[in-house]
């Protein structure tokens, strides 16, 4: 999928406060089509949800398996509603609550670890069935080097921070990322 507009990510923003809007106040799924075409293309993504600065939020779809509109749906409404860290969002908290979009790249194994760029590629980190992602500016947030970058991302895979060293698969990818205002 070749970069988004301003305008598509615009409207994917949209229909990420649309989905919030309808499950959370409306109790009912998002059903609306695109104006922007290209937003039907297969897509993956991820929605951050934030109230006051910090996570309430955060569900993705690594793969693309769906059309990218209803991907970012659909994940805006796992993230306020089934992301286990966090009790679901409320009617109240509604109005607070700021979108992160991010549409992912296909992900690409990577041998070479020194093709890992901090800020453009995020990772996705497997073994012995424990997975974990980190999306791309995390490393930049949190001022991490790329071994401290493939450590945490272990970690959050339930695995030992080396594990990328004892032949875990480890995948790149990178993000287009669209923010919005609270909904």
Not at 67 to 72: D, E, K, N, T
């Amino acid at each position: 999928m070749p970069p988004l507009t301003p305008e598509e990510g615009a409207e994917l923003v949209r229909i990420a406060h649309d989905a919030l809007r309808l499950k959370i106040m409306c109790r009912e799924c998002y059903r609306g089509t695109p104006v922007n075409p290209s937003l039907l293309a297969p897509g993956a993504a991820f929605v951050t949800l934030k109230r006051g600065g910090q996570l309430r939020g955060c569900i993705g779809q690594m793969v693309a398996r769906e059309p990218l509109y209803l991907a970012v749906a659909d994940c805006a409404i796992a993230a306020a509603t089934r992301d286990p860290r966090f009790d679901s969002i409320s009617e109240e908290e509604l109005s607070d609550v700021r979108i992160d979009i991010s549409v992912l790249s296909p992900l690409e194994t990577v041998a070479d670890l020194s093709v890992i760029e901090i800020g453009t590629h995020g990772l996705y980190i497997e073994k012995s069935g424990h997975h974990g992602v980190l999306l791309p500016h995390i490393a930049l947030e949190l001022g991490l080097d790329r071994e401290q970058f493939l450590n945490l991302t272990c970690r959050k895979a339930g695995l030992a921070p080396d594990a990328w060293k004892q032949g875990a698969v480890i995948k790149v990818f990178s993000a287009q990322i669209f923010h919005s205002e609270p909904v």
